[in-house]
């Protein structure tokens, strides 16, 4: 699986950004897909997950810092996860990563053999 995240950017406090993490090699339905962060001197930290459940549903978990602001959504026609991130503030500030497991979602860095490169997002006060 090759994961490429994109969308990262400046924006204001306040203000809002769209990640997205495209995927190749595997149809994502078969994945947990997970958007990670980290900021200079500090440990990678979870943000999000996107996997489909055993019944066909879907699961969605997110980070208490950024419930109720982000939202993780997936396009399977273009095998792609999307995080909406809207009333962003300086906190949020980091190179965020996606990540994919096959079907559960973790949220430790170290249960995840995929990785995109990171974009870089800065929110300024």
């Known amino acids: 699986v090759q994961l490429q995240a994109f969308g990262g950017g400046l924006v204001q406090a306040g203000g809002s950004l769209r990640l997205a993490c495209a995927a190749s090699?595997?149809?994502?339905?078969?994945?947990?897909i997970t958007w990670f962060r980290q900021a200079p001197g500090k440990e990678r930290e979870f943000v999000s997950a996107?996997?489909?459940?055993?019944?066909?549903?879907?699961?969605?978990e997110y980070a208490d810092s950024v419930k109720d602001r982000f939202t993780i959504s997936r396009d399977g026609a273009k095998n792609t996860v999307y995080l909406q991130m809207n009333s962003m503030i300086p906190e949020d500030t980091a190179a965020y990563y996606c990540?994919?497991?096959?079907?559960?979602?973790?949220?430790?860095?170290?249960?995840?053999?995929?990785w995109g490169q990171g974009t870089q997002v800065t929110v300024s006060s």
């Open positions: 990540a994919a497991r096959p079907y559960s979602i973790s949220r430790r860095p170290g249960d995840y053999k995929y």
């Open positions: 090699g595997a149809n994502l339905i078969s994945y947990a």
């Open positions: 996107f996997s489909w459940t055993v019944s066909g549903h879907h699961s969605l």
